[in-house]
């Protein structure tokens, strides 16, 4: 077979399962937006009186997330132990150790942990469980197809693409963020094509449905990048919200570590979670769920200084309690609120000494910078933010600062423990760099 032929069977193949996969993980996502939308709506909205900034009921605050946190806890630990946490962190070792394999319960069981979590106010996001969702349904589609191990692999990441694609209505983040955040220093090349049309197919199907539509998840003023110095400035906040991206994993896996210790079975450990960040949502209430309506308010460029410091750091509190104890939920969300919290307060401050900064825009970038130097995503996290807002008039900054932020972080810290640096240091890929490096050594020797 020449080269056109098994580049047109390779076409064939890989634009067919892709379509596949793009259809069935974008039913799966408007399944699970609903499922989330109603019971945030029933608990958080009716039960609470939750406004985003205010709590009418603060006494339920004490009974609802501990509830919603020993539910889910009990479900995870009874049925699907892997469901546990963001679940992006499992995919990726699925990938990498377990031959991309994840079992049949998974979809299941992570959507409903993760809707009883996110839904009583826990502080987390969308993106974990759709992601273990999408490449849990890839996964399983592969061993109904009896596919090669390598090609389960790739169908694991289209999954993962579809999920994040369609629910962040992120086409391209998506995909890109599903090849990128296997490594720390490197792409999964071979899946990236297959990646862009599931993402692509799930998007679609989503956003067809009525009620969402093809716009932006937020919807931001029109910021533009016009004076070349203010260069300076975002590369400043990309360092420094990589040095804050630093501490935000420390602190996570520190909390993480903290509930690892006490002796309590692992499913009241999320209940217990839910008891402290009730407690800390008493005196700070915004830290309670994905956060959406804040990050609004943030980006608009409408609150103060002192406010945006105070909740970009409780939220880091409020994540550790909810994800680091067992809670099933993602930390997209939260680094997005974390990020674009601080860097609002920066362009704030700048802004009493420059009359042509717009905090706002600073807001935006340290969404992007502060999770590019949390998961080690810089080229995701800058696609991503500017779908999600439909604005990418902050394109060089956005480049900038979150390499910078990338960079200052360092390849130690990620909030993702089963990254690995490159392809070569991944167990998917052991085999065919040690044939390589076999035919080198061949090479070498006949020379």
């Known amino acids: 077979m020449n080269r056109t032929s098994e580049y047109q069977v390779y076409l064939r193949k890989w634009i067919t399962l892709s379509v596949i996969i793009g259809i ?134 289209c999954g993962t693409a579809a999920g994040i694609g369609s629910i962040f209505k992120a086409p391209l983040g998506g995909a890109v963020f599903s090849v990128e955040v296997l490594y720390r220093r490197d792409f999964e090349t071979d899946a990236l094509i297959p990646s862009f049309v599931s993402s692509i197919v799930a998007y679609s199907i989503f956003s067809s449905f009525p009620g969402l539509g093809f716009g932006p998840v937020l919807k931001v ?126 362009g704030k401050l700048l802004s009493t000494q420059f009359e042509y900064i717009e905090p706002g825009a600073f807001a935006l970038v340290g969404m992007a910078s502060f999770f590019s130097g949390a998961a080690k995503v810089p080229v995701a996290s800058l696609i991503i933010v500017s779908e999600m807002t439909g604005d990418y008039q902050l394109l060089a900054p956005l480049m900038l600062s979150c390499a910078l932020a990338y960079i200052t972080s360092s390849e130690r810290w990620s909030i993702y423990e089963s990254q690995v640096s490159t392809r070569a240091q991944s167990p998917a890929h052991i085999k065919e760099y040690e044939f390589f490096v076999l035919e080198r050594l061949k090479r070498n020797r006949g020379g």
């Not at 603060?58 to 509830?67: A, Q, V």
């Not at 490449?135 to 592969?142: H, P, T, W």
């Open 24 to 157: 069935i993980v974008g039913l799966a996502s408007l399944c699970f937006f609903h499922m989330l939308k109603y019971l945030e709506y029933f608990l958080l909205k009716s039960c609470l009186g939750y406004s985003g900034w205010s709590v009418e009921r603060k006494y339920l605050l004490f009974l609802i997330p501990p509830l919603g946190g020993l539910l889910s806890g009990f479900i995870v630990y009874k049925f699907a132990p892997e469901t546990e946490g963001h679940g992006t962190d499992a995919v990726i070792s699925s990938f990498h150790k377990m031959k991309g394999i994840i079992r049949r319960r998974v979809p299941i069981v992570k959507a409903i942990a993760s809707t009883l979590i996110i839904g009583s106010g826990g502080s987390a996001g969308r993106e974990g469980p759709i992601a273990q969702i999408g490449a849990a349904i890839g996964s399983l589609s592969s061993s109904l197809l009896k596919l090669k191990e390598e090609d389960r692999r790739i169908m694991l990441v």
């Open 221 to 346: 003023p029109r910021y533009e990048f016009h004076h070349p110095q203010l260069l300076f400035f975002y590369a400043v906040l990309g360092i420094l919200l990589g040095g804050m991206s630093i501490i935000y994993v420390r602190l996570f896996y520190l909390l993480k570590s903290g509930f690892k210790w006490l002796r309590i079975p692992n499913w009241i450990k999320p209940g217990l979670g839910g008891l402290l960040l009730g407690t800390l949502a008493f005196f700070t209430p915004s830290v309670l769920g994905t956060g959406y309506e804040v990050l609004q308010t943030a980006i608009n460029g409408e609150m103060m200084t002192r406010d945006l410091l105070l909740l970009g750091l409780a939220k880091m509190l409020a994540t550790g309690f909810t994800i680091g104890s067992g809670g099933s939920g993602g930390v997209f969300a939260p680094s997005l609120f974390i990020g674009g919290m601080l860097g609002g307060a920066f």
